[in-house]
C-alpha cells in the first residue's frame, strides 16, 4: 500500500487533523478548543482497482485466404465460430469482394450452432484477369444470428496482395537526401537541390549505419554511402516488416509542411490496421507537429553550391502507429505522399 503525509494545507488534511485533533483531546483529558501536539499523521490509502479487460468477442469469423491469379472462380469458406455459453439460431452469413466482382453463393444459411463448435459458409468468387504492380483486394464477411452471445452480429475481412511487398525498406529507396560536403549536388532531398550533410548527421550520432534508439524500437540510420538512394519519398509503397509489439516506428522528415499520411498495418492472419503520421519540414516547423517527436538536430544544411545556412537546424524525426496486441506484423503500406520521406522503419516491442 501506498502512504501520504497529510498536510495542514490541504483541504482534506484539514478535515482529517480536526478530526485527529478532536480524539486527542478525548484520549488526554483535554477539553475541547485547547491545543494538542501531535505528530505528523500518515494514513494509508487503497489503490483503485484496475480496471477489467475487455472481454474477448464470443462469436468470431475467418475468412480463409483467396487465390488471386485470374482469371478465375475461386472458392471462399468463412467459419463461424460459436465460443459463447448459448446455441447460435438463425445463422446467414453475406460476403463481399472488391467493387464489380462477382460472388456466388454456395451455401450461407448455417442454421445452428451449439456453444463451442463451429460452422463453415462456401462462397464463389470470380476472380478477374490479374493485373501487374501491388494493390491490395479486401473481402468482408459478416454473419447474423440469434442468441450466441446476444450481440446479433459479427465480421470479419481478409485484404489479398496482389504482389509480394519489398522486403525491406531499403529497396523502397527512392530519393538521395544525404550527401557529403565535398560532392552536394549528388541527391535532392526537398526538391530544390537541398540535402543533409553526411558529416553533421555523423558529428550528431546519425551517421551511416547508426544505430538510434527511437521510441523503443532500435532503428538503423540507411547503411548506404552519400549520395545514394537513402530514404523513401511515400508513394504507397508495400514494405514487409515482420513481427510483434507495442508500435510501428518511422524515422524521417518532410519536405513540405503538410507531409501526413496514413499508414496501413497488415497482419498474418489477414486482418489490417491504420495509423495517422506525420513529420514536420526538416527546418522551418515546430519539432512537434503532427505529433512527431525530434531525433537527430544538425547545424545548416548542403546546397547545390556547397554547405551553407549553418545558422539553421535540419532535423529527423519520430512517428509511430499502435499495433493490435498479440498479432503478427506481415508488411505495411506506407502513405501516398511525396513530402514524406522515411529513412528507417521497426517495431517496439
Do not use: C
Not at 17 to 45: C, D, I, K, M, R
Not at 107 to 121: C, H, M, Q
Not at 294 to 314: E, F, I, K, M, W
Amino acid at each position: 500500500m501506498n502512504t501520504k503525509l497529510i498536510r495542514r494545507g490541504a483541504i482534506a488534511g484539514l478535515v482529517l487533523a480536526s478530526a485527529l485533533t478532536l480524539s486527542a483531546q478525548a484520549a488526554f483529558g483535554a477539553t475541547p478548543g485547547e491545543p494538542v501536539v501531535t505528530g505528523p499523521q500518515v494514513v494509508t490509502e487503497t489503490p483503485a482497482p484496475a480496471p477489467a479487460p475487455a472481454p474477448a468477442p464470443e462469436v468470431t469469423l475467418d475468412v480463409s485466404e483467396i487465390s488471386l491469379d485470374g482469371p478465375a472462380i475461386a472458392e471462399v469458406d468463412v467459419t463461424v465460430v460459436n465460443e459463447s455459453d448459448s446455441a447460435m439460431r438463425s445463422v446467414s452469413v453475406t460476403f463481399e469482394g472488391p467493387v464489380g466482382w462477382q460472388v456466388a453463393v454456395v451455401e450461407n444459411d448455417l442454421g445452428n450452432i451449439k456453444p463451442g463448435t463451429s460452422e463453415t459458409a462456401t462462397f464463389q468468387v470470380r476472380i478477374p484477369e490479374k493485373r501487374s504492380g501491388f494493390a491490395l483486394r479486401v473481402f468482408t464477411a459478416e454473419a447474423t444470428y440469434k442468441g450466441g452471445d446476444g450481440a446479433g452480429s459479427a465480421a470479419a475481412t481478409r485484404a489479398m496482395p496482389t504482389a509480394a511487398p519489398l522486403e525491406n525498406l531499403a529497396a523502397a529507396f527512392n530519393s538521395k537526401g544525404i550527401t557529403s560536403e565535398s560532392a552536394p549536388t549528388a541527391g535532392d532531398f526537398d526538391g530544390e537541390g537541398n540535402t543533409f550533410s553526411a558529416e553533421k548527421l555523423a558529428a550528431a550520432g546519425a551517421g551511416k549505419g547508426a544505430e538510434l534508439d527511437v521510441l523503443g524500437a532500435t532503428l538503423h540510420m540507411p547503411s548506404v554511402e552519400p549520395g545514394t538512394p537513402d530514404n523513401v519519398a511515400t508513394a504507397g509503397q508495400a514494405v514487409r516488416v515482420q513481427g510483434e509489439g507495442e508500435r510501428l516506428v518511422l524515422l524521417g522528415s518532410g519536405s513540405g509542411t503538410a507531409a501526413t499520411g496514413t499508414v496501413t498495418v497488415y497482419y498474418s492472419d489477414g486482418t489490417a490496421g491504420t495509423g495517422s503520421v506525420g513529420f514536420p519540414n526538416w527546418s522551418f516547423q515546430a519539432a512537434d507537429a503532427h505529433g512527431a517527436q525530434l531525433v537527430v538536430s544538425t547545424d545548416g544544411r548542403n546546397r547545390p553550391n556547397g554547405y551553407g545556412d549553418a545558422a539553421y537546424q535540419y532535423r529527423l524525426f519520430a512517428h509511430s502507429v499502435p499495433l493490435e496486441a498479440g498479432k503478427t506484423v506481415e508488411f505495411v503500406v506506407l502513405p501516398g505522399n511525396a513530402a514524406m520521406h522515411v529513412f528507417a522503419m521497426g517495431i517496439a516491442p
